[in-house]
């Protein structure tokens, strides 16, 4: 299974950007659809984007539609979540995960981001 370890995230004032990124371990990288996926204090964890195993479609939440852009480097095993016109709304532990048989089987740890009004 691949192994995912996120970085990017922190603080940032309302209408700022940021980029996620999500360095995966394993040669099945390139085989997996990948998401990204967020959880606020007190919510339940939040479907954000997802991004096919070619890279070729994507798919987001409404709530991020138009402000967020997912994509991959298969070359270099790694996801990016792309955040701009940040929202206090947005704030939230984002994290990776991989697909695989038509379910996630890998997340990785979660990397804080935090907006400020």
């Known amino acids: 299974q691949v192994q995912l370890v996120e970085s990017g995230g922190g603080l940032v004032q309302a209408g700022g950007s940021l980029r996620l990124s999500c360095a995966a371990s394993g040669r099945t990288f390139s085989s997996n659809g990948m998401a990204w996926f967020r959880q606020a204090p007190g919510k339940e964890r939040e479907y954000v984007a997802f991004i096919t195993s070619s890279g070729h479609n994507t798919n987001y939440a409404v709530s991020v539609k138009g402000r967020f852009t997912i994509s991959r480097d298969n070359a270099k095993n790694t996801l990016y979540l792309q955040m701009n016109s940040l929202k206090p709304e947005d704030t939230a532990v984002y994290s990776c995960?991989?697909?695989?048989?038509?379910?996630?089987?890998?997340w990785g740890q979660g990397t804080q981001v935090t907006v400020s009004s």
């Open positions: 995960a991989a697909a695989a048989d038509g379910r996630y089987v890998s």
